[in-house]
């Protein structure tokens, strides 16, 4: 696991090459990209919990795999397509908190593996991401924030670093979205790298010595690589015995990843409070007298009497709504 015959050297925020990260896939709903995913062995795929809403066994055939894919409107000799036979999703998945935001694909037959389509290692449970480390996310998603990956949709790799749990919460206290033990942040503090809508379910991983180690999976972020907002991915290392307690035959690689020195994320201290109002996640470009698009003016209200519109008013925090004294007529 997590040898790539093909990947001699990556560069952030580029198109990879073909083979460089062998292990992606792309989940796919009625023949669209949907979420990614990494091969974990020759049967078995890892993804992110909520990437697996709506799968069930009616529509089971709706759902496909493409493994060995470069770019996504051109096919390739490369590349294989499989079907899902089961989804497993972690029992204690949170789907406000996204906490435990981890799922098990299997698709219905093996694949044989070659330069293009191989398993990733997994972080084992003793391992350690230090602040600063040094990690890969990929994926077919969103350029920027309502951009969509442009033809021939050519999967993007970026460089990012870890940035520790007590510093990341710090960033995400404001929003009351608690950054958990199970999870593992990433990204630049002035913004400008970071995965984004369509990358969930895929991979983080961090090479060490001449093997990749998936240290996490696309899980949710505050909008797509703004400053101060680090990306936010579920810690494999959290999760060896759950995924052995499902894949009994061919089990997945398990490395255990070490950080030398001091993590001067152990002595962050918190101190800053955050202002996030007026930061509407959904919000690209606004144009006076039009429609607005959903998301766009997040604190909007109507306030209604019996069930009828009657007045606006502005969320200005999680319990409180402003609006005009004479609205209030009653």
């Not at 293009?116 to 994926?139: E, M, Q, R």
């Amino acid at each position: 696991c997590g040898r790539p015959t093909l990947n001699e050297r990556i560069v952030g925020g580029e198109d990879s090459t073909a083979g460089s990260w062998p292990w992606q896939v792309s989940l796919q709903r009625d023949l669209e990209h949907y979420c990614g995913g990494s091969l974990i062995n020759n049967q078995w795929i890892l993804t992110a919990a909520h990437c697996t809403d709506g799968i069930s066994s009616a529509d089971m055939a709706r759902w496909t795999v493409r493994l060995g894919v470069k770019d996504l409107d051109i096919p390739s000799a490369n590349e294989l397509t499989n079907t899902l036979t089961e989804v497993i999703v972690h029992p204690e998945y949170d789907d406000w908190t996204l906490d435990n935001d981890i799922a098990l694909l299997q698709m219905s037959t093996p694949v044989t593996f070659n330069d293009y389509i191989s398993p990733v290692c997994l972080a084992d449970s003793n391992s350690v991401f230090h602040n600063g480390t040094a990690s890969w996310a990929t994926g077919w998603g969103d350029i920027n924030e309502g951009e969509s990956l442009p033809h021939p949709g050519t999967l993007q790799e970026v460089e990012v670093p870890v940035i520790g749990n007590r510093q990341c919460d710090c960033f995400y206290q404001p929003l009351d979205w608690p950054i958990t033990q199970n999870m593992i942040c990433s990204g630049l503090l002035d913004g400008g790298k970071d995965a984004c809508q369509g990358d969930s379910g895929g991979p983080m991983v961090n090479q060490q010595n001449s093997v990749w180690i998936q240290s996490g999976l696309v899980s949710f972020g505050y909008g797509c690589a703004r400053e101060g907002f680090p990306g936010v991915y579920t810690r494999v290392s959290s999760y060896r015995s759950w995924i052995e307690s499902h894949i009994t035959s061919d089990p997945p690689g398990f490395v255990q990843f070490s950080s030398i020195g001091e993590d001067e994320d152990s002595s962050f201290t918190c101190s800053v409070t955050r202002e996030v109002c007026g930061r509407p996640t959904l919000n690209e470009r606004i144009v006076g007298g039009e429609d607005s698009t959903a998301g766009s003016w997040p604190w909007q209200v109507s306030l209604q009497r019996d069930l009828e519109h009657y007045c606006g008013g502005s969320l200005i925090n999680n319990q409180w709504i402003l609006t005009a004294a004479h609205c209030t007529d009653g």
